[in-house]
C-alpha cells in the first residue's frame, strides 16, 4: 500500500505539475467500529495525506451506506465517494485521484466505479487507481 501512496504523489507531481488544481479521494468500505476505523482507515488517509503533502485535499469517503449512517449518529463526517467528489470539485478541483482501499474487485467496488462514472465529466482528469 505504501508503494502505491507513493505512486500517487508521483504521479500528480510529474505529470500535472503546479498548474492543476489537484485532489485525492480515498474510498474505503468503512468500519463503525472506532477502535480498527483508527487502527486501519484512519492511518491510510494519514498515510496518503502525508505522501501527497498539504497543499493537496484528501477527503475520505465511505461505500458502505450502513456504515456512513453510524458514524453519522456517532456525530462523525461520513460522505459517499460521489459525495467527496462533488465536494473537490466544488473547491475547484480539476484533477482527481480516486483511491478505493478496497481488496476485492466485488459489489463495492461496482458502487465506486459508477460514483466515479457518475463524476467523471466534471473534471479535467480523473484517475480511478485500483490497489
Known amino acids: 500500500m505504501k508503494q502505491t501512496i507513493l505512486l500517487i504523489a508521483i504521479a500528480f ?3 500535472f505539475g503546479s498548474w492543476a488544481r489537484k485532489g485525492v479521494v480515498v474510498a474505503h468500505y468503512g468500519s463503525s467500529n472506532d ?7 484512519d492511518r491510510i488517509t494519514a498515510d496518503i495525506r ?4 498539504e497543499h493537496i485535499p ?3 469517503a465511505y ?4 456504515v456512513r449512517k453510524n458514524l453519522t449518529e456517532k456525530g462523525l463526517h461520513a460522505i ?4 467527496a467528489m462533488l465536494a473537490l470539485r466544488i473547491e475547484g478541483i480539476d484533477t482527481l485521484i480516486l ?12 458502487e465506486v466505479t459508477r460514483a466515479a462514472d457518475k463524476v467523471r465529466q466534471f ?9
Do not use: W
Open 99 to 110: 483511491q478505493p482501499s478496497l481488496i476485492i474487485d466485488g459489489g463495492e467496488m461496482l
Open 50 to 53: 502525508n505522501a501527497v503533502g
Open 123 to 131: 473534471f479535467g482528469y480523473c484517475f480511478f487507481e485500483c490497489v
Open 80 to 83: 459517499s465517494p460521489e459525495e
Open 35 to 41: 477502535e480498527t476505523r483508527a487502527l486501519t482507515i
Open 58 to 60: 484528501v477527503k475520505e
Open 13 to 15: 507531481t510529474v505529470t
Open 63 to 66: 461505500i458502505s451506506p450502513v
